[in-house]
């Protein structure tokens, strides 16, 4: 790919995720570019065994934008971070196309493995500020992952996965649309289930005030038994 067609696709996708550019001569101002643009360059270094200048490339780019992409890495096409800064992808990590990757996330390995230690993203993947997807593992396309998750098992296509350790909370087979850039209006297991555990509560509560009604009608009847079985008692004695 020429350099300019290079540039010409980063405006597309970065106009696309992005609502706060402007005008089109704002992508070479945005870190996720210029950390593409050495990336890519580094990765073809890696393949042809050139390590050394391979990492010099990504190390002089994660010094300027925030971004440590290791050139080993394998990238689709369509990839995005959004702001970028803190940004990690592991050596072995593979992402699709028309990935987006926000503030703060790590696709890490666990250090315990060798060989494929890094996640792979399936297509149309969105990670949220701060999630960290760590370990060998497939993250299938179209899934949501959100802010602050840690992922550590596997995630089927067509899920959103929130909370430490990650759950998955939805999976309805619907495809996540490409411009669909929303962190915040995912789902909430913890809530749901706190949602659920007094709502159960509540009725739990309702039926032991009724059983307490009940018990007090039981004795306030035995009671006026017993009184009418002494006035009937004392106006047989008479």
Known sequence: MGFFQYIKEEIQVIKERDPAIKSSAEVLLYPTFWVMLSYRRAHKLYLKGHYFWARYISQRAARKTGIE??????????????????????????????????????????????????????????????????GSFTVGEN?????????????????TVVGVPGRIVKRDNEKVPRNDMDQVHLPDPVKEDIDLLQKENSALCNEVIDLEQELKALREAHEKCQRRQRQNEQENRA
């Open 143 to 159: 899934s949501k992952i959100g802010a602050g998750s840690v992922v550590i098992e596997e995630v089927p296509p067509n899920c």
């Open 69 to 134: 992409i290791h050139p080993g890495a394998t990238i689709g096409k369509g990839f995005f971070i959004d702001h970028g800064s803190g940004v990690i992808i592991g050596e072995t990590a593979i992402v699709g196309d028309n990935v987006t990757l926000y503030q703060g996330v790590t696709l890490g390995g666990t250090g315990k493995e060798t060989g494929k230690r890094h996640p792979t993203l399936g297509d149309n993947v969105m990670v949220s500020a701060g999630a960290k997807i760590i």
